[in-house]
């Protein structure tokens, strides 16, 4: 392959020429004469470009390593933002968990506190012969279910550890068997009549 072929070659496509100039390094002094000089000369100009270019990118890899490494500095600092707003709700919800749950104890003491106040006052009342024959009398002496007149007892309709009264309007007349089986439910029983309240 002779300098005339390479001068051809130049003349119709530079591009090969380069690769071709690449190939054949080995033989360059025999590739450049004076017929070929002029023609190489853009192709030698386009390979120290591209050369220059190559290493452009080559130096400037440290600074894109640079700055990647600052990108992630920056996304640290973003989720250490995060962790932090994330850790200040866990301790509000943390106080106010620790509130609702002494707000509980504090309503489950009262509760009882109040219950057995009521249910002290009701064997109180229930003792009172003439207030216990007042709500027999009201109810016709009979239970309010089945209408017995046998072994008959005072209800609280609403029960007192539900918040029923000792009021006459939440009592009624029930023999022991009906009130077995009502148990703690709330069963409204609305009397004829009320006399008075307690």
């Known amino acids: 392959m002779g300098p005339q072929w390479l001068l051809q070659l130049a003349t119709v496509n530079r591009g090969s020429v380069i690769v071709a100039a690449c190939a054949m390094r080995g033989n360059a002094r025999q590739l450049v004469t004076p017929d070929t000089s ?92 003439g207030f216990r024959n007042r709500i027999l009398s009201r109810d016709g002496n009979q239970c309010r279910h089945c209408k017995s007149t046998q072994d008959l007892s005072i209800d609280h309709i609403v029960p007192i550890w539900s918040g029923g009264t000792n009021r006459e309007s939440n009592l009624q007349v029930l023999c022991r068997p009906c009130n077995s089986r009502k148990g703690t439910r709330v069963e409204y029983s609305e009397p004829e009549f009320v006399v008075g309240t307690v």
């Open 38 to 129: 002029q023609a190489l000369a853009p192709c030698i100009v386009a390979m120290n470009e591209g050369h220059e270019c190559l290493n452009s990118k080559v130096l400037d890899i440290p600074g894109v390593i640079q700055r990647a490494n600052q990108e992630v500095v920056n996304i640290d600092k973003e989720i250490n933002k995060l962790l932090e707003v994330i850790e200040n709700l866990n301790k509000r919800r943390t106080r106010y968990m620790d509130r609702l749950l002494e707000a509980k104890r504090l309503y489950a003491i009262r509760k009882a506190e109040l219950y057995e106040e009521r249910r002290v006052e009701a064997d109180r009342i229930l003792r009172d012969e």
